[in-house]
């Protein structure tokens, strides 16, 4: 079934440690997001990337980074975790730039202790 | 940037019965209105949006109505099912400058339908 991969869907993590989330999608979206969804807060933009080989800032995006190197693969990187980026992380697609439907991963679920 | 506010935060209603989330916006900008429902430990699903050329789309017991003006739009649920219980959430979009193609999201309405 077509759709995106995200993996791990679980991890704990001490603060500190180096994390990837890694994201796949199969459908050859051009655009991929990243989002964290906390209580209360609905879903917030990290990072973002309109096409491969660019990536953009969204409105949370400190302590995170991400790359973009083909159409497919969007990680995100936490380079040192902190316990407030314990959170839900979901990986979204869409076809292109513009005004377009946004199909979501099942998320990665991570907390940091 | 774009403020999305939505409302209530939880919703209950006995099966059956119809259910309404509604959702302002501030961007006049905005041009591209999906809901997302999100079941517990899945990710948001889309099942309808509207574009500001329309102001009312129907898809079964779902439909959504914009009022450009007033700028706000809302979802409406009719003959509530108990598999209908889910977190819904509303967003906006629009095609403009370094903001474009991004959705902006409301915080979430809990939706309970008892049997």
């Known amino acids: 079934i077509a759709g995106i991969t995200q993996a791990p869907t679980s991890q704990i993590l001490a603060a500190g440690r180096r994390m990837t989330l890694r994201c796949t999608q199969d459908?050859?979206?051009?655009?991929m997001y990243w989002y964290r969804q906390d209580l209360g807060l609905g879903l917030r933009l990290i990072h973002y990337?309109?096409?491969?080989?660019?990536?953009g800032k969204g409105e949370v995006p400190d302590g995170y980074s991400v790359s973009r190197a083909n159409t497919d693969d969007f990680p995100l990187t936490l380079a040192s975790a902190v316990p407030s980026q314990t959170s839900v992380y979901f990986c979204?697609?869409?076809?292109?730039?513009?005004?377009?439907?946004?199909?979501f991963g099942d998320g990665t679920r991570l907390s940091i202790l | 940037g774009e403020n999305v506010e939505q409302h209530p935060s939880t919703l209950s209603v006995q099966e059956g019965d119809s259910a309404v989330i509604k959702c302002t916006y501030s961007d006049s900008a905005s041009n591209y209105f999906p809901w997302y429902k999100q079941e517990l430990g899945k990710g948001p699903q889309l099942i309808i949006d509207?574009?500001?050329?329309?102001g009312e789309k129907k898809d079964q017991r779902i439909a959504v109505t914009l009022n450009k003006t007033a700028k706000h739009f809302s979802l409406h649920i009719t003959e509530t099912q108990p598999e209908d219980s889910a977190v819904y959430f509303c967003a906006a979009s629009m095609n403009r400058g370094s903001t474009l193609g991004r959705l902006y999201f409301g915080r979430g309405t809990q939706l309970t339908v008892w049997p």
């Open positions: 990337s309109n096409t491969a080989g660019t990536t």
């Open positions: 509207i574009r500001s050329n329309v």
């Open positions: 459908m050859r979206h051009n655009a």
């Open positions: 979204a697609s869409s076809a292109g730039q513009g005004s377009q439907p946004q199909h």
